[in-house]
């Protein structure tokens, strides 16, 4: 068991240092939170992940904000237009699911899944990930605010 324990503890101090040094690329802050690592971008949630450990493998979860600090009509309106074919299809493509967290706040998921094999690779492979999935999480926020857009101008007509 202290095997296991010391073999998890590595990944997830492999996994911060990967979030280090994407934060110093972009500017970036994280903190950490219980056993999430949390990330923010000029004081706004950024994405956040955590990691279940499994007996062969393990799985880090990234969730991406999307929309954060929402109203109530603008919570409504979105739940209008997330469900939509074209947002359907971009997050399906980018191995995602969408879904509000809470009633403030849209978020993207990814699960990556590894072995305890691909620990040499980990962090190359981490970092290149997160910057595609927040670089999605941003796309998707540009396509939601466009279908936005289109169904007020809709109810305006």
């Not at 990330?39 to 994405?47: A, I, R, S, T």
């Not at 499994?54 to 969730?63: A, E, G, M, Q």
């Not at 595609?132 to 926020?141: E, G, P």
Request: aromatic share 12%; charged share 25%.
């Amino acid at each position: 068991m202290p095997n296991t324990k010391q073999r998890n503890r590595k990944i997830f101090l492999l996994i911060e240092s990967t979030i280090n040094d994407f934060c110093k690329v972009l500017g970036c802050s994280y903190y950490t939170e219980e056993e999430a690592i949390m990330v923010q971008l000029e004081g706004f949630d950024l994405f956040y992940v955590y990691t279940e450990f499994n007996k062969t493998n393990y799985i880090i979860n990234i969730v991406c904000m999307v929309y954060q600090d929402l109203t109530i009509s603008k919570t409504a309106k979105l739940k209008e237009v997330y469900n939509s074919e074209e947002i359907a299809k971009f997050v399906n493509e980018a191995g995602a699911s969408l879904w509000f967290l809470d009633d403030t706040r849209l978020v993207m998921s990814v699960i990556e899944k590894a072995t305890y094999s691909d620990f040499a690779i980990l962090k190359s492979k981490l970092l290149l990930g997160i910057y595609a999935y927040v670089i999605n999480a941003r796309k998707l926020k540009d396509k939601l605010g466009d279908l936005l857009a289109d169904s007020e101008l809709v109810r305006v007509n």
